[in-house]
């Protein structure tokens, strides 16, 4: 989905943005590796996760932990559609998942020793299409949550690790948000939401870091969650009516300004 697009807009906003030469030499290369859409993932869409082949996810824990967040991401933001009442919204991200992001997941998995979470990923998105009761999409919403977790358990990563993937979520949002909003606004509510949700992702593990990993540079944490609650304004709220003054170059920013930061631990 308009991946070009979605390269080039990453790179502008990163020349414009004032970032060093260098680290920007470095996000252009990500990038181009990063939004490549793969072959191996069971639908084509947008470029989440894309570039990245089994192969890797098998070995590079960046690459794992960040596929996991954006599969995350895209499941919060049904289920708290789902809470305020927008069934069919939600609806399209409870499916998302699966078609793009997990079944290309799954043999990763199983070789790091992890437990696949199919059913429950199912179980959700059958809830929610059955516009079950609220408290049976909680608990359906909770275990896939759990699922997900110990998937992500099985990888140790150090904090220079998780930053890098927490950067992938907020550069990945950047593209989303470029999607859904242009000029002030709104063009793609579903872009937009996904931006969403991968931020919202990507803040929960920064707040979630075991004690050890975050006294690797407790500067560095706090100076990670600054960028991440600079954010908060770009969405005014989850299914907005009419303009949006925000621009994914705040995204693109914070993923540049975090990536330095975890460059240098």
């Known amino acids: 989905m308009q991946e070009n697009r979605k390269k080039w807009v990453s790179l502008g906003v990163a ?128 275990q896939l949550e759990s699922g997900i977790k110990a998937a992500e358990a099985v990888v140790k990563p150090d904090l220079k690790n998780t930053l890098q993937s927490i950067k992938d979520l907020i550069r990945t949002a950047g593209e989303e948000y470029a999607l859904g909003v242009e000029n002030g606004k709104l063009i793609n509510l579903h872009e937009y939401q996904d931006a969403y949700g991968f931020t919202q992702i990507a803040k929960r593990r920064l707040e979630q870091l075991p004690e050890a990993t975050r006294k690797e540079s407790a500067d560095t944490v706090k100076q990670v969650e600054g960028y991440l609650d600079e954010l908060a304004d770009l969405w005014p709220s989850i299914a907005p009516e009419g303009d949006v003054d925000g621009d994914a170059s705040k995204l693109y920013g914070a993923a540049a300004r975090i990536e330095i930061a975890a460059l240098g631990l």
């Open 15 to 142: 020349l414009a943005s004032g970032i060093s030469l260098n680290a920007t030499a470095a996000d252009m290369s990500h990038d181009m590796h990063f939004t490549n859409e793969n072959i191996t993932v069971a639908a084509a869409g947008e470029g989440e996760g894309g570039g990245v082949t089994e192969t890797d996810l098998k070995t590079n824990d960046v690459a794992f932990l960040t596929r996991l967040g954006l599969i995350r991401g895209h499941l919060l933001v049904g289920y708290e559609l789902y809470k305020q009442g927008q069934v069919d919204m939600a609806i399209t991200h409870m499916k998302h998942p699966r078609d793009e992001l997990y079944a290309g997941l799954v043999p990763s998995i199983e070789h790091r020793g992890g437990e696949r979470f199919d059913d429950a990923l199912s179980n959700l998105a059958d809830k929610v299409t059955s516009k079950a009761p609220q408290a049976e999409v909680d608990e359906a919403y909770q």
